[in-house]
């Protein structure tokens, strides 16, 4: 592409392309991608890490939610060349089928999801509320998750997963 052209395309038509090195839940992964694709389809269609959902695309319902670099990201508002050379964990980091994070087991004992396509926003926002504050009251856990939707469940029963798992946390800690 040369210097004065402003149309993002090379000169084969086609958008400029690159690979990207991330380190996935543990695992040091690449993948080839354009300059405009988000980090969410990355995850999903390169990587094939499915837990990480494709919801609203303008980072209103956090069912893309993952941590970059230790801070939750909304995945669909990064273009994935923006995260070339970082940490990422997903949802499917946080725990496996046969041995589940204590947080996603409290949401599993308290009925916290339905479908499960929240889930990315809700446990994420829950491991950042719980790393600051141990005993959040049912305030602090909706303030906490109020960038995520949930068309399933009325939220109670996430709240109350929530509260669980920070009990649980606390229970751990001062053992």
Known sequence: MSMSDTSGV???GQPPRRTITLTVNGERRTAECEDRQL???VIRE????KATHVGCLNGDCGACTLELDGQIVKSCLLLAASADGAEVRTVDGLGTPQELSPLQESFWDN???QCGFCLPGHLFAARDLIAVNADPT????RHAIAGNLCRCTGYQRI???IREAAARARTVAEA
Do not use: A, N, P, R
């Open 10 to 12: 090379t000169e084969s």
């Open 138 to 141: 049912d305030e602090e856990i």
């Open 159 to 161: 709240v109350t997963s």
């Open 46 to 49: 390169q990587l094939h890490l």
């Open 39 to 41: 980090l969410v389809e």
């Open 111 to 113: 009925d916290g999801f």
